[in-house]
């Protein structure tokens, strides 16, 4: 069965403490794999899409890379207005654009 | 801002109830994604359209229903409202395959 699975559910760290949020999947062939940001209330916000093994993307102070079975979502030296549910969502070969969703980590950062 | 845009941006009802949401797309996309999310809860596919034809659906109820018109705004109609209804309803847009969400609808169902 084609699963989405994030981890870990939360994540608390202190201002310019850096880390990695994890998305693992497993799907028939990927086409391609996306990040969002979500805040409390609001629409997810595009962050980035990822195709192929290998492939890095960076935005500010985060860094999505992709592998054959995971997606990290590294953040740099956080600030307290990174805090947010980050998404990661999958796009099967075999779908057409229908996404399949992990369930979200929470990130908080405090000052 | 995305430029995708829904209304309205809260509705309260009472059980029973009908109602409308309504989303309109990035300039451009032919794609129109609906999404339910529900308290701490992930986001539920509902049903896609593509160019004024249903493309995919999700877990869709069948007292839920959408359209999209040929200026490309699509609308959710939900009817026979329950309390479990009460969530946020999400509209997405897409050109290809990366997917812009609007703000949202809040429906509180009493």
């Known amino acids: 069965e084609d699963q989405v699975t994030q981890s870990p559910e939360a994540l608390r760290l202190q201002e310019g403490e850096s880390s990695s949020l994890n998305c693992s999947y497993t799907v028939s062939g990927l086409r391609g794999l996306f990040w969002y940001r979500q805040d409390p209330g609001k629409g997810p916000e595009f962050l980035f899409t990822l195709y192929s093994a290998g492939e890095e993307k960076e935005k500010e102070r985060l860094k999505a890379t992709l592998t054959k079975k995971e997606s990290f979502l590294h953040i740099t030296a956080p600030k307290p207005e990174d805090s947010a549910t980050y998404l990661c969502a999958v796009h099967p070969r075999y779908s057409n654009y229908q996404l399949i969703w992990g369930a979200g980590t929470k990130l908080i950062i405090k000052p | 801002d995305s430029g995708v845009t829904q209304t309205p941006k809260h509705l309260i009802t009472a059980t029973g109830q009908r109602v409308t949401l309504r989303c309109s797309p990035r300039s451009g996309d032919l794609s129109v994604y609906w999404y339910q999310q529900s308290l701490d809860q992930g986001l539920q596919f509902l049903i896609q359209?593509?160019?004024?034809?249903?493309?995919a659906k999700g877990n869709i109820l069948e007292r839920f229903s959408a359209q999209q018109f040929p200026d490309l705004h699509s609308e959710l109609n939900l009817s026979s409202l329950e309390l479990g209804d009460s969530a946020l309803y999400f509209c997405a847009s897409s050109e290809s395959d990366t997917q812009y969400f609007g703000p949202g609808t809040r429906l509180t169902v009493l």
């Open positions: 359209y593509y160019n004024g034809e249903e493309r």
